[in-house]
């Protein structure tokens, strides 16, 4: 179980583009359990967006985004309607996010920090791909998590030992960085890694807070324990 | 005059670099900065270099200072959380400290503690911002200090990084937050190196050319293998085998980076050895390459 909250509308519609095509996605899984997911995330979203001046081409509730092979299923039932969306605004931990951006190819932007994860951890595995820092970057690094696929968890660029796409860690693991400029340039938004990003709160992944331990899902999950 | 009035005059500067010692003996360390600092004008003292454990960047730096010597502190992110990285950065300043190079620092794994915790709280691009903030006289939260620093601060690239887009990229981003140095990462090929000079534009902040000179051709060929980003052409690897003698070597080691560096020297602003032990061959390039 993958614990997410929505982001603050302004940062969210502050990762779109002046009357970009959005389409909305959110988790029926883990995200609507804890309740940044599911029909509730869609209907906020979408009246956010909507405020927010941009035209809402579509909305879809799946049951597990982490599960990339049903998102295609899914979205290939709408094929029209994704091919018109230019961005994906979605409502899940960061994996579903990830998974969402890996399977469309279009810039994606999270509309959930996640926080932590409970028991049960997803189709694609959670620890490899979301460190739950609580404030997720992923729309401006082209859906690739920095925490998880650079292992010093860098926030510009690749270091110095990136060399011809690979990490200086170990040969043959790819340069995550490198991943990350890839992405941006099919996505044509090189701009986005130029961008400043001030350091981490690091509070965010490091513990779970009291107020968040009194919650139904924590007393399910963690109280006998 | 100071590294950074050197630079803002348009002089060609050397710099060299110093590694703090693997104990608590600093003699054999300071001895060998005296002797090359006839011809250098700035030591940059390396932090925990391939994150292998030797004394403190700032100690080794605030001795080189009581010498009369100018140092500038190498710090990188892999240690220290903001706190530590700020503490320090205060520290080195009360010693008289005034120039940093910034960089991320090689993952633990790669050194002789690979057991310890990799922290990089801040990465080398906000550590920079961090600097800038002491320098304004705040800390990372907003703060305000009794006195300010002025740190000189420097970042480093790698001219021969491939691919070199995203590095350039990063460049460009620090060059925006302020920086007032480059040092390069070693340069064994002067065409590559006028390639990136050409693709800089709109960095305009003087470089500084990074020089190793070879012990052998099998340390360039280790070097080519095993050192991310760096690449020995085979022409020098050849002249490299052909000296027989340790003497012989040492002569076409010196010949080899003295036309490096003659090479590059119209489109930089000066020289930074990385000598590996062999500090006695910087004098040696620098009077053959005639600067
Ligand atoms: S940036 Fe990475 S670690 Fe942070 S919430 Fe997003 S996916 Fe998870
Ligand atoms: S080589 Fe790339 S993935 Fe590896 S630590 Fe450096 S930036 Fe991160």
Redesign the pocket.
Known sequence: MLVSELKPIGEILGSLRPGERVFVVACGGCAQTTGAGGEKAIQTLKSAVLEGEHPVVGALEIPFLCNKALIGLKLSRVRTTVDKAEVFVVASCGVGVQAVATVTGKPTVPASNTLYYGAFQGVWPAEERCARCGECVLAETGGICPLT????G?LH???????QG????EPG??????KIYDRLAELGRLDLFEKFRPPKDRRRALDVPLSRRRTTLWDLEFWEE | MRLRERLAHGEFVITCEAAPPKGADVGPALEAVRKLAPKVHAFNVTDLQSSVLRMSSWALCALIKREGFEPILQMTCRDRNRLALQADLLGAWALGIENVLVL?GD?PVLGDHPQAMPVFDLDSVQLIAVIQALNSGRDLAGNELSGRTDFFVGAAVNPTAEPLEPHLAKLRLKAKLGIGFIQTQVVYDPQAFVRFVQKLDGVRVPMLVGIIPLKSAKMARFMNEHI?GVHVPEEIIKVMERAKTPEERRQRSVEICARIVRAVRPYCQGIHFMPMGWEDCVPDIVELAGI
């Open positions: 696929v650079c292992p010093k860098l660029g690749p270091c110095g030992g990136s060399y690979e990490c200086e860690l693991r790819p340069c995550g960085w490198q | 991320t993952h991310a």
